[in-house]
T-cell receptor, first 114, second 114 residues
Framework: DQQVKQNSPSLSVQEGRISILNCDYTNSMFDYFLWYKKYPAEGPTFLISISSIKDKNEDGRFTVFLNKSAKHLSLHIVPSQPGDSAVYFCAASGGTDSWGKLQFGAGTQVVVTP | DTGVSQNPRHKITKRGQNVTFRCDPISEHNRLYWYRQTLGQGPEFLTYFQNEAQLEKSRLLSDRFSAERPKGSFSTLEIQRTEQGDSAMYLC????????????FGPGTRLTVL
């Protein structure tokens, strides 16, 4: 069963504007959430994470928001740059998988246009 | 470059053949994970090692799959009697030792079963 869902397979955004990527999860035991970025022919690269005790974490142009009651998290990229064009995966861990196994969403392809 | 490396990068085989992939983690990392990614999906967990001990295997991992991590260093993933459904990208990741330590991914091995 898919416990982490990214319902938008693709997103197109203009350079300089904000990119907002969304992710929903169903397992209330998840307590750690991550975003990975993936370029073609490369493995996923860690971007940013958030613990369930927080509702926001910021790192440069990247901010992750967590809404535990809605079981929803989002990634904001401001401003978007052409190099941000990639597939973004949301991932979660916790509960009985407390040793670090990650469960991933299906990914969102982001295209940043000039 | 001291990142995670995987070999081979590509493998084409005929149905029924055995294949073996290798993963070399970042040198000081105690944990090593194997994931599988199919087209349009996020990575799915296969198995996990803490040093040389294999501590968890996914239900996805049939008896045809076996993984080892001798001496807690590199790991191998073997698939026996390959099937067309085994065609996927096989990703290896490593982390320091805690469940929330960042998992660093290798570039993956793309397997095509004809």
């Amino acid at each position: 069963d898919q416990q982490v869902k990214q319902n938008s397979p693709s997103l197109s955004v203009q350079e300089g504007r904000i990119s907002i990527l969304n992710c929903d999860y169903t397992n209330s035991m998840f307590d750690y959430f991550l975003w990975y970025k993936k370029y073609p022919a490369e493995g996923p690269t860690f971007l940013i994470s958030i613990s369930s005790i927080k509702d926001k974490n910021e790192d440069g142009r990247f901010t992750v928001f967590l809404n535990k009651s809605a079981k929803h998290l989002s990634l904001h990229i401001v401003p978007s740059q052409p190099g941000d064009s990639a597939v973004y995966f949301c991932a979660a861990s916790g509960g009985t998988d407390s040793w670090g196994k990650l469960q991933f969403g299906a990914g969102t392809q982001v295209v940043v246009t000039p | 470059d001291t990142g995670v490396s995987q070999n081979p990068r590509h493998k084409i085989t005929k149905r029924g053949q055995n294949v073996t992939f290798r993963c070399d983690p970042i040198s000081e990392h105690n944990r090593l994970y194997w994931y599988r990614q199919t087209l349009g999906q996020g990575p799915e967990f296969l198995t996990y090692f803490q040093n040389e001990a294999q501590l968890e295997k996914s239900r996805l991992l049939s008896d045809r799959f076996s993984a080892e991590r001798p001496k807690g260093s590199f790991s191998t993933l073997e698939i026996q009697r390959t099937e067309q459904g085994d065609s996927a990208m096989y990703l290896c990741a490593s982390s320091l030792g805690g469940p929330r330590d960042t998992q660093y991914f290798g570039p993956g091995t793309r397997l095509t079963v004809l």
